[in-house]
């Protein structure tokens, strides 16, 4: 039976990987290290499709030389920034992604980073793993989220999923958009025009924009300097949406009482300025790292990837 020569540049939960082995002829990079354009290149050489991660940056000079035979690239990913998507479309490359799956993973991390910021989970781990833990019940005290101003920068699937999950913490929802959104759908939200005029309100500011020119670095010293005296700050979007020396000088300060960031610039590296701050909760990225969405996300990308080689509707391509 004819398999079509699919390029796979990620290890994959396994029902992601029964199905590549029964549908697609896979080739890998046995290595396991992260491939580099170059990499990418000979392996698609002849193939029909490629599966790729953010980790693989595909710019214009990659779409310039990729083989002829490429029909489709799906990205397991909602994000597209790693992709140069004028240049596929010249080239008449289909790309696929994962829109919307991912919504109700990433609004639970960042729910968790909100806890982990305000009740400053970071210091109390240290307390019991150093057994440094007193019976004084002052030892720690955090801010509750119940009846604070939560600001939504990006009413998106995710961050509707964000505000669902914090009206039963007890927060004000205030949100900014390109634009407002519908009655039935942003509910007791209070819309803003810009986020200079939202900032002023927010106890919790929480990013959920995609990277773009015009977001790129957006949350810095100035936009900082228009929140509340210790705010705290929830990143799962990107990293570049944040200034991190901003961000760091606005800790240290107490501009911001904490932050909660799951996402980075240099990812995976960090910037080191945060890990010498406790108050500072991180993780590695996990926004949509369940069981659950992760299976989902591949099989979406399977999806697309059949779809356009068999000249059928797809369920997630980019529109140009």
Not at 86 to 92: E, G, L
Not at 140 to 168: D, E, F, P, Y
């Amino acid at each position: 039976m004819f398999k079509p020569k699919l390029v796979v540049t990620h290890r994959y939960l396994p029902a992601i990987e029964e199905r590549l082995k029964r549908e697609f002829d896979v080739r890998r990079e046995s290595s396991g290290h992260t491939l580099s354009s170059a990499d990418l290149l000979v392996l698609a050489d002849r193939a029909d499709a490629m599966f790729i991660t953010p980790m693989n940056r595909l710019d214009g000079a990659f779409f310039e030389r990729v083989s002829k035979s490429v029909k489709v690239i799906s990205t397991y990913s909602v994000g597209l920034d790693h992709i140069d998507l004028k240049a596929a479309a010249a080239r008449n490359i289909s790309i696929g992604y994962t829109p919307g799956i991912n919504a109700n993973a990433t609004a639970e991390i960042a729910m968790l980073l909100m806890l982990g910021a305000a009740r400053r989970a970071y210091e109390g781990q240290e307390l019991v793993r150093t057994r440094s833990w007193s019976s004084t019940s002052q030892q720690i005290l955090g801010w509750q989220l119940s009846g604070k101003v939560l600001g939504i920068l990006g009413m998106g699937r995710i961050g509707q999923a964000v505000a669902k999950r914090a009206r039963a913490f007890d927060m004000q929802i205030h949100y900014t958009n390109p634009s407002e959104l519908s009655q039935d759908v942003a509910g007791d939200s209070i819309y803003h025009r810009s986020l200079a005029e939202m900032l002023p309100l927010c106890n919790v500011l929480s990013l959920h924009v995609p990277e773009t020119v015009e977001t790129h670095h957006m949350i810095d010293a100035k936009t900082l300097a228009l929140l509340p005296h210790g705010a705290i700050l929830i990143n799962t979007a990107r990293g570049g949406l944040v200034v991190d020396s901003d961000v760091i000088a606005a800790l240290m300060s107490g501009q911001l009482a904490a932050a909660g960031l799951d996402v980075f610039e240099m990812e995976p590296a960090v910037n080191p300025g945060y890990l010498s701050l406790n108050n500072v909760f991180l993780l590695p990225h996990l926004g949509s790292a369940t069981i659950e969405t992760r299976t989902q996300m591949g099989m979406i990308c399977l999806d697309n990837i059949s779809a356009v080689l068999l000249g059928k509707p797809a369920p997630s391509l980019v529109r140009s």
